[in-house]
């Protein structure tokens, strides 16, 4: 079965650095659009990167444009974030998820595949 599984969550101080992974086995992973989305309690999920099957092109939350990275790694079905310059307001679950190529969605509800988070909180 598909499964997808992130780690480097972690306390970070304002201005720091974490890295996301997120490894995925049960699926072709080079088939697929790879996105990550936060949510933090009371809101819904919020769309923060992408990277497309396609060439790999990258798309991201204006929140985040500038400080974050998204990237992947087809020889090791993995898929990163990269953060930088972090924010308390950064402070989330993030949550790595898979579609099937095609039209790229900022959708939480046209991902069929979910990882089961990683809490990131930044402190001032």
């Known amino acids: 079965q598909v499964q997808l599984v992130e780690s480097g969550g972690g306390l970070v101080q304002a201005g720091g650095s974490l890295r996301l992974s997120c490894a995925a086995s049960?699926?072709?992973?080079?088939?697929?659009?790879w996105a990550w989305f936060r949510q933090v309690p009371g809101k819904d999920r919020e769309f923060v990167a992408a990277?497309?099957?396609?060439?790999?092109?990258?798309v991201y939350a204006d929140s985040v444009k500038g400080r974050f990275t998204i990237s992947r790694d087809n020889a090791k079905n993995t898929v990163y974030l990269q953060m930088n310059r972090l924010k308390p307001e950064d402070t989330a679950v993030y949550y790595c998820?898979?579609?099937?190529?095609?039209?790229?969605?900022?959708?939480?509800?046209?991902?069929?595949?979910w990882g089961q988070g990683t809490q990131v909180t930044v402190s001032s």
């Open positions: 998820a898979a579609s099937m190529g095609g039209d790229l969605s900022y959708s939480s509800g046209d991902y069929p595949y």
């Open positions: 049960g699926l072709t992973f080079s088939s697929y659009h």
């Open positions: 990277v497309m099957w396609l060439l790999s092109s990258t």
